[in-house]
């Protein structure tokens, strides 16, 4: 799997932690991988593990009851097991962050432009000034006016949308090969999540920077993304181009994600669709597919783990985890014309 | 800036005058207060009570002699009852003691209570921790009498390293300066690491959960960078403003038991002895000379804290 093609590649990646309450496996068993320049977009409810996977990508899930299995290739350097050193190098140069609210990841108490300059100087052999130059052509480029005298304001002195320039500005500061965005956009107002989207995924495409995207929003992946990794309950459940992930999706989880976007094209109907149930606790996930509980297509092989796999020909580099063979699955996901997940009870186990 | 001093000025005005009366006003109800009993000695006839009361106007309504005082005290020339000296005099000559013991054990409290807080914050929870934490709680529970007798018992009876009292000017010998303050600063700064080390502590465990120190990881920093710049950094601040109450409160001849255990004849002894003879002026004026380093200090600290803090305006 692992032929160094891809510029990150995630093979059998497991998270836990030791809590209070017992041992958490926040990311199962995930595999994927992302090419040089590529959008992927990381889709999933909350607590199915999106964040912890995309932070432990660069260790910094890393804690005394952590343990992590599995590898992360990126250019030839396996993370997982890399010292803390390392890591450093690597986080911020050339895989940077941007996190999920920028009110609180900025420090309240240093000037912006110390805060890019000292990513830059961790980074790159510059002097203060020449890193201050270089943070105010950031800010410029991100759309921030006046960079120059701005940069010498605080964090609270900014908006919510300015914040999250900031952030992408600093994310891109040591040019990366990677950026990391985790919902970037949940904490701002609604009127400019998509702006601040498009700006950062523009950005990326004119440097050719890959971009791990996690998000809610199907809008965007449909916008956005070349390729998408949905999960569920700590596992990815499907993964495909997103083109086929519209045109073909094979998990019925994606069926219930795709059938709960409101369209805009079609007749409002009373309520939107939604899947019913709860998301599996991952203290006491349930035995096999996490899904089955609310799957109204689950049967007696969903006690079994699916393993995730490429199960049409033609279609590569789409993988699932359902055990419906693909026939069944393209009758069952059709609801009222459209694809969707058939509401009511699921059928009972035998 | 300039509404800002202002505006604190005249706290420190109303501050001073809410101090002063209730101070006057303490003296006029406690038992054996009256002034003129205790001038005339335990044998005096009441004749001669009220004579010395006359004389020194003891018989006039409370708020004219409250002004009477307080006129003396502004123009510096106020005299003790008992000793009938000069208070401003008495007091300016507690001062170097005073200052000393100040400037030596808030240096010692500080770094030390920095110190063992940032040990304690490594490790939560371990060995180390917990026994830093167990020290700490020691030291806050230990009476300061309790910490300087023992000291003095071990360091100056026992074995007579250090002197067991008594204090030398910097200027005259500063070997001996240190001599005799070693002891009164390692009592006067143990509650106070104790006490700081714990507050640090919980700030820097709090500070490491920010998104903004799981940010400048993610910046590629490195963990020493991180603690240093933006967990310490945040986690001092709050130190800073607990270090200047205290110390003002210490130069402000609060620390009465170190200096009369210690014997340093500074101010806080000074107001120890006036107490024990309900000696009203010297109180007076001590007690408002403490309150005004309170109130300056108060001040520097806003405006340290609004510098440190951005966030933070003078003028809210």
Known sequence: ?350 | MNRFIVRRAFQAAIVLGLVSIFTFLIFQVIPNGDPAARLAGRTATPEQIAAIARSWGFDRPIYIQYLHTMGKIFTGSVISYTQQINVVDQIRRGLPATISLAIGAGFIWLVFGILVGLLSSLRPGRLLDRTLGFLALTSISSPVFVIGSVALYFFAYRTSILPSGGYVPLTDNPLHWVEHLLLPWISLSLPFIGFYSRVLRGNVLDAKHEDYVRMARAKGLSSRRVLVRHVLRNSLIPIMALWGLDFAGVIGGGAILIESIFDLRGVGQYAAESIQVLDVPPIMVIVMYTAVLVVIMAAIIDVLYAYLDPRISLNA
């Open chain 1, 1 to 350: 799997m692992n032929d160094g093609k891809h510029l990150l590649e995630v093979d059998d990646l497991t998270v836990s932690f030791e809590t209070e309450v017992g041992r958490v496996r926040a990311v199962d068993h995930a595999s994927f991988f992302l090419n040089a320049g590529e959008i992927l977009c990381l889709v999933g409810e909350s607590g199915s593990g999106k964040s912890v996977m995309t932070s432990s990508l660069i260790g910094l899930t890393r804690a005394e009851n952590a343990s992590f299995s599995g590898t992360v290739h990126y250019d030839g350097v396996e993370l997982i097991s890399a010292p803390e050193r390392t890591l450093e190098r690597i986080r911020g140069g050339q895989i940077a962050v941007i996190p999920q609210d920028p009110m609180t990841a900025l420090d309240p108490v240093l000037r912006i432009g110390d805060q890019i300059a000292e990513q830059i100087r961790a980074h790159t052999d510059v002097g203060r000034a020449e890193a201050f130059d270089r943070a105010v052509e950031l800010m410029d480029r991100v759309g921030i006016p006046q960079a120059r005298t701005r940069i010498r304001a605080f964090v609270h002195e900014f908006s919510g949308g300015m914040r999250q320039r900031i952030m992408i500005a600093m994310a891109l500061s040591c040019d990366p090969r990677l950026i990391v965005a985790d919902e970037p956009t949940t904490a701002l107002d609604v009127t400019i999540q998509a702006q601040i989207l498009h700006e950062l995924a523009d950005l990326c495409r004119e440097t050719g920077t890959a971009l791990i995207l996690v998000t809610h929003d199907f809008g965007v992946v449909a916008e956005l993304a070349d390729r998408v990794v949905v999960m569920y309950g700590g596992r990815i459940v499907e993964q495909a181009t997103v083109t086929d992930l519209f045109d073909d999706p094979q998990h019925p989880y994606t069926w219930g994600l795709l059938g709960s976007v409101p369209r805009v094209d079609r007749p409002r109907s009373a309520r939107l669709p939604t899947i019913a149930g709860a998301p599996p606790s991952l203290v006491r996930p349930p035995t096999g597919c996490h899904f089955a509980p609310r799957c109204p297509h689950r049967f007696e092989r969903c006690v079994e783990v699916p393993l995730l796999e490429a199960r049409l020909p033609r279609q590569p580099g789409h993988r699932d985890r359902c055990w419906l063979n693909v026939d069944e699955k393209r009758r069952l996901r059709l609801v009222g014309g459209e694809i969707g997940l058939a509401s009511g009870a699921p059928r009972t186990l035998a």
